[in-house]
């Protein structure tokens, strides 16, 4: 193994080490730090961190062999708070007092703490699904939004099922669920249809899952914890899913239109590399979604009774059957 995938891979051997440190308070930082915000066992956030990892590894090994630099060495120190605020901001400032080069942050949650305490690291986001609407200032941040249209989402489901009545589980705690509510909402006239709100926080608010023919489950954290017990109450219900964040299709969502999570990794990991050869965020426009995935769970809609479109069908990224 070369330096440089050392370098880049050591997040793999010393992460607990590194966790303990930042914990206890001590500063620690390589040349150049790379200080990752996840909210925990999200797999959507987990498959873009992989990506992340290794397009940077790639990169650096590429960059070393042309030219024998070492630019792109640098330390990986991953952190996973819990998804509220006080544990994000926490976990921002640890990466402000240890000096890290660049904050890298997955959803609107963490990249809102990263980038609002403090204002000297550069960010790089991903997965945020309206990086301005959520009020993400840009002057020392970049990344890649998530943003798919809520509107082409509801209209596949309204060929699947003719809902009438449709569940939205948001979180009033995260500024971008709040925003796919509000354009679920300027929906229902164009659309016949009216909209429950109902905001899930914990586990136990799943029991709010009554009176409604169809779901549509936002990028929410409470929502993707609590996916377990969603899909099982819309089955004992026959209520359709649909879902604007992706990995959760094999849980029994019916319904996909997500931002590719690959993608996602990859355009933050080139953002990452030029703010490591000394770009400015502020110089690097947000980069929109070039890859978004549609996936149909067939079998879950044949189990409910629903029959899917083939022009439906036909352009799917992924069917399950």
Same mark, same amino acid.
């Given at each position: 193994?070369?330096?440089?995938?050392i370098?880049?891979?050591?997040?793999?051997l010393?992460?607990?080490?590194?966790?303990?440190?930042?914990?206890?308070?001590?500063?620690?930082?390589?040349?150049?730090?790379?200080?990752?915000?996840?909210?925990?066992?999200?797999?959507?956030?987990?498959?873009?961190?992989?990506?992340?990892?290794?397009t940077?590894?790639?990169?650096?090994?590429?960059?070393?062999?042309?030219?024998s630099?070492?630019?792109?060495?640098?330390?990986?120190?991953?952190q996973?708070?819990?998804?509220?605020?006080?544990?994000?901001?926490?976990?921002?400032?640890?990466?402000d007092a240890?000096g890290v080069?660049?904050?890298?942050?997955?959803?609107a949650?963490s990249?809102?703490?990263?980038?609002?305490?403090?204002?000297?690291i550069?960010?790089?986001?991903?997965?945020?699904?309206?990086?301005?609407?959520?009020?993400?200032?840009?002057?020392?941040?970049?990344?890649?939004?998530s943003?798919?249209?809520?509107?082409?989402?509801?209209?596949?489901l309204?060929?699947i099922s003719?809902?009438?009545?449709?569940?939205?589980?948001?979180?009033?705690?995260?500024?971008?669920?709040?925003?796919q509510?509000?354009?679920?909402? $300027?929906?229902?006239? /164009? @659309? =016949?249809? #009216?909209?429950?709100?109902?905001?899930?926080?914990? !586990?136990?608010?799943?029991?709010k899952?009554?009176?409604?023919?169809?779901?549509?489950?936002?990028?929410?954290?409470?929502?993707?914890?609590?996916?377990?017990?969603?899909?099982?109450?819309?089955?004992?219900?026959?209520?359709?899913?649909?879902?604007?964040?992706?990995?959760?299709?094999?849980?029994?969502?019916?319904?996909?239109?997500?931002?590719?999570?690959?993608?996602?990794?990859?355009?933050?990991?080139?953002?990452?590399?030029?703010?490591?050869k000394?770009?400015?965020?502020?110089?690097?426009?947000v980069?929109?979604?070039?890859?978004?995935?549609?996936?149909i769970?067939? $079998?879950?809609?044949? /189990? @409910? =009774?629903? #029959?899917?479109?083939?022009?439906?069908?036909s352009s !799917?990224?992924?069917?399950?059957?």
């Open positions: 193994m070369t330096k440089i995938s370098k880049i891979w050591r997040l793999m010393y992460l607990f080490v590194i966790s303990m440190v930042l914990n206890s308070g001590s500063v620690m930082a390589a040349d150049k730090t790379i200080g990752v915000i996840m909210i925990p066992n999200i797999p959507y956030y987990e498959e873009m961190h992989k990506a992340f990892t290794e940077l590894l790639s990169e650096a090994i590429a960059e070393k062999k042309a030219s630099s070492n630019i792109l060495e640098a330390e990986i120190i991953v996973k708070p819990l998804p509220d605020s006080i544990s994000l901001m926490n976990t921002a400032r640890k990466f240890v080069t660049i904050i890298v942050s997955y959803g949650p990249t809102l703490a990263a980038v609002g305490e403090q204002s000297t550069p960010v790089v986001f991903a997965g945020v699904f309206d990086p301005r609407g959520v009020g993400i200032s840009l002057k020392n941040a970049t990344g890649i939004s943003k798919v249209s809520v509107s082409t989402l509801l209209k596949k309204k060929s003719n809902f009438s009545k449709l569940g939205v589980l948001y979180s009033d705690t995260e500024k971008d669920t709040l925003l509510a509000e354009e679920v909402k $300027k929906l229902e006239e /164009s @659309m =016949g249809f #009216k909209s429950v709100m109902l905001n899930i926080k914990r !586990a136990q608010d799943t029991a899952i009554t009176g409604v023919d169809a779901l549509l489950i936002t990028t929410s954290c409470p929502t993707q914890y609590c996916i377990s017990n969603i899909i099982d109450i819309a089955r004992k219900a026959n209520i359709p899913t649909a879902t604007l964040t992706g990995t959760e299709e094999d849980k029994g969502v019916l319904l996909t239109i997500t931002a590719n999570p690959q993608e996602q990794g990859r355009e933050a990991a080139k953002l990452v590399i030029k703010l490591l000394g770009a400015k965020a502020s110089s690097l426009p980069v929109e979604p070039g890859k978004v995935d549609m996936i769970n067939l $079998k879950e809609a044949s /189990s @409910m =009774g629903l #029959k899917v479109p083939f022009d439906l069908l !799917a990224t992924k069917i399950i059957k």
